[in-house]
């Protein structure tokens, strides 16, 4: 089947039946959903790119399964160039977008997957590479968004999944049958869950014997029987709500989206399960999945501070300040902080080695210094992004009032026409552009988009700790202690 247009994306969702829920009631029409919309917009962009000509090269692939030319947002990568042109293309979309465009979940997740299947298999003689070859290789034919859905609610942090008061607190099997499983359980701040065809349900962390009802991965349909969401809210999203918004949403095409996930009774037939109880392998499923995710943030992110930068050094200009020594030095730290993320980005793909199942792999360790510089320079790249802006960003006026022809001024002046006076700038920028870019900027430092820039770059992929446990373990202290002592001439 042909790649799918934006247009033919957004159209396939209508036919789900997903059942999603906001502000307590069900919502049926949530395609065109002004709180949803602009997230659906986002992933209907990675469709839409592939029809580019500018971009086919990076947007589309050759299928290690079928030959076909399909998206790059559903391949399985096989050399380091492709973990590059991963990264690329996720820089590309950060760009085009300023916002999380959902899609890279699924296509971590189909990574992580496909080469923990393939050794679980070997270890245990089960067939979860063939369930998920063909999984995927419909996915594909389709081209279909699939979410990757692996934060579990976790309960109580000290405790193992087993321990748990509430045993739905992870993710977890309720009845094994001869032709599947019955699972119960959530999944959090799930990205793109709602915009996505299909599901692929992970662990979200390493398991035990006693946890081997946890120990559990499948995929299923977003609209299956027994699952639902509920949306999760953004600061200034009810803003969307407004009537003829505009100016006031500082992104009014693009956000991203996360809900929460709920599993209650979901019937899972046994040609969709890549995980059932091999506890052990738990662990390797996570590990991999966060290591593409933490390097998808060094494209990602990287885009959208492209988009930051771009926007600081428009309202320099704007406010007649862009040849100031000092807002070029700002300039100058933020497109260094970017480009060190965007390196790090690359560095562990070029790193990447190939998997036992034949996908390749990032360099773990790299991948994790890059997530980890993600949870900091961004930070940064907004606190100089407001500095250059300035206070407007927070106090301007609504949209509404720049519109309004209610008459205050003793010369009959509307409230529109004094915002218009009192916000002037230089001539040739109008209130109205300037306007345009402080709200852009409170969008992505304050509003909707800093869950996808400054808060998803915390805890999105894994908080910070998740990444200093991964430096920990692939550092090797031993080794480099070893190092010292040959130079140091110390012998044991
Ligand atoms: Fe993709 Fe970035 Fe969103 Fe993750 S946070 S889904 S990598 S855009
Ligand atoms: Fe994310």
């Known amino acids: 089947m ?16 997903t059942r999603v829920y906001m502000f ?39 299928s290690s399964l079928t030959g076909n030319t399909i998206n790059r947002f559903t391949h399985l990568h096989q050399s380091t160039e492709d973990l590059l042109n991963k990264v690329k293309m996720q820089r590309l979309l950060g760009q085009k977008t300023a916002s999380c465009f959902q899609r890279c979940v699924g296509m971590d997740a189909f990574n992580a997957v496909f080469s923990t299947t393939f050794e679980i298999d070997e270890a245990h003689g089960t067939s979860y590479h063939e369930n998920f070859k063909k999984f995927l290789t419909m996915v594909q034919d389709n081209d279909l968004t699939v979410d990757g859905a692996m934060t579990d609610p976790k309960g109580d942090r000290s405790k193992a999944p087993h321990q748990q008061a509430d045993p739905d607190m992870y993710l977890h ?62 600061s200034c999203d009810t803003r969307k709500m407004e009537k003829d918004a505009d100016v006031d949403l500082g992104n009014a095409r693009f956000g991203g989206q996360e809900a929460l996930v709920v599993l209650d009774h979901v019937f899972i037939p ?20 966060a290591g593409y995710h933490r390097q998808s943030y060094g494209g990602c992110k990287v885009g959208v501070g492209d988009v930051v930068i771009g926007a600081a050094a428009l309202a320099a ?32 793909s070029c ?40 206070g407007a960003m927070v106090t301007l006026p ?9 008459v205050v001024g003793n010369n009959g002046e509307t409230i529109g026409e004094i915002c ?15 306007a345009r870019v402080f709200r852009f900027l409170e969008n992505i430092c304050l509003g909707s988009a800093a869950v996808g820039y400054r808060t998803e770059s915390m805890h999105g992929a894994g908080s910070p700790q998740a990444q200093r446990v991964m430096i920990a373990r692939q550092g090797n202290i031993e080794g480099k202690k070893e190092l010292a002592k040959y130079i140091a001439g110390i012998q044991d």
């Not at 040609?271 to 996570?286: K, P, R, T």
């Not at 199942?357 to 320079?377: E, H, S």
């Not at 916000?423 to 040739?428: I, L, N, P, V």
């Open 420 to 434: 218009h006076k009192f916000f002037a700038t230089k001539e040739g920028v109008s209130a109205e552009d300037r």
């Open 24 to 62: 307590g009631e069900k919502i049926d029409n949530w395609v065109d959903h002004p709180m949803i919309r602009p997230s659906i917009n986002c992933v209907a962009m990675t469709y839409s790119l592939a029809h580019d000509p500018r971009y086919t090269d990076l947007m589309t692939v050759k």
């Open 173 to 234: 099997v309720v009845e094994r049958r001869d032709d599947g499983i019955v699972v119960c359980g959530a999944k959090v701040h799930q990205t793109g869950s709602v915009n996505s065809h299909w599901h692929i349900f992970m662990p979200t962390i390493a398991m035990g014997p006693d946890d081997k009802d946890w120990a559990v991965s499948f995929a299923c349909p977003t609209d299956v029987e027994g699952m639902y969401m509920i949306y999760g809210r953004q």
């Open 270 to 289: 046994n040609e969709y399960l890549f995980l059932n109880g091999e506890h052990e392998f738990a662990g390797m499923m996570v590990e991999r999945f």
């Open 351 to 390: 790193e990447g080695c190939p998997t036992k199942a034949g996908n390749y792999q990032i360099d773990l360790l790299l991948a994790n210094v890059c997530k980890q510089n993600i949870t900091r320079f961004p930070y940064e790249i907004v606190r100089l992004a407001e500095d250059i802006a300035g």
């Open 398 to 406: 609504s949209e509404t009032d720049f519109k309004s022809d209610t």
């Open 2 to 17: 042909a790649l799918k247009t934006g247009k033919e994306y957004v159209e396939s969702l209508r036919q789900l039946k």
């Open 317 to 348: 200009e704007y406010n007649g300040v862009e040849k100031a020594s000092a807002v070029k030095d700002k300039l100058i730290e933020m497109t260094h902080l970017n480009e060190t993320l965007y390196s790090c980005g690359i560095a562990c």
